[in-house]
């Protein structure tokens, strides 16, 4: 069964502090993909990224990076310079692609406080 | 605008009441789906459809029913409340003709049921 790990429940940094966010996932399909999505306070969710299970290659948007690793089943997310703003849950996902949709599988949430 | 909306916000209900939440989207996407967020958990799939005619039940149907009234409206229905079914209700939409099918969300409702 496929499945998300997100350890960190909670993590809290200082403005312009790096900080990861770790995503361990589990699945039995060799095509899949896996997503993050930020929460802010007001409760909307906003999609960052979707990788594919083939494409390996890190990802840097911004301050926002994500590292991909088969080897590890991880996709963990880093922010570079933390801001105030960043302040959200950010949830990992996965889907598989055998199912005819993405069927999203959530991770629990890692809460992100970037304090001034 | 916003491309998916939802209505109510938020809702506070009473035990046994019926409630109907209603999730509209402008962005022409033929699949919709209804989440529930509980505390501390992520997202859990309730129904889900692919276009009117079509619609499935997710991880957590039971004591959920949903309308797919045209191809932008999708409700969600729970024929009689009760606290267990209190959490945030996410709507998201997806696109078939979209090669990385990403799901777009609405702004939630929370429902709290006394």
């Known amino acids: 069964a496929q499945k998300v790990t997100q350890a960190q429940t909670e993590i809290s940094v200082v403005e312009k502090e790096d900080v990861t966010l770790d995503c361990v996932y589990e699945?039995?399909?060799?095509?899949?993909?896996l997503f993050w999505y930020k929460q802010p306070p007001s409760g909307e969710l906003v999609f960052l990224i979707r990788r594919n299970s083939f494409d390996e290659q890190n990802e840097i948007s911004g301050r926002y990076s994500w590292n991909f690793q088969k080897s590890t089943s991880s996709f963990n997310f880093t922010i570079t310079a933390s801001q105030v703003v960043d302040s959200a849950v950010y949830f990992c996902a996965l889907s598989e692609s055998n199912t005819g949709f993405q069927k999203l599988v959530f991770g629990t949430g890692t809460r992100l406080l970037v304090s001034p | 605008d916003a491309d998916v909306t939802q209505t109510p916000r938020n809702r506070i209900t009473k035990t046994g009441k019926r409630i109907m939440l209603e999730c509209s989207q402008t962005?022409?996407?033929?699949?919709m789906y209804w989440y529930r967020q509980d505390p501390g958990l992520g997202l859990q799939l309730i129904y889900y459809s692919f276009d009117v005619k079509d619609i499935n039940k997710g991880e957590i149907s039971d004591g959920y029913s949903v309308s797919r009234q045209a191809q932008a409206k999708f409700s969600l229905s729970l024929e009689s409340a009760i606290p267990n079914q209190t959490a945030l209700y996410f709507c998201a939409t997806s696109d078939l003709a979209d090669p990385e099918d990403t799901q777009y969300f609405g702004p939630g409702t929370r429902l709290t049921v006394l």
């Open positions: 962005k022409g996407h033929d699949r």
């Open positions: 699945t039995r399909d060799t095509t899949y993909y």
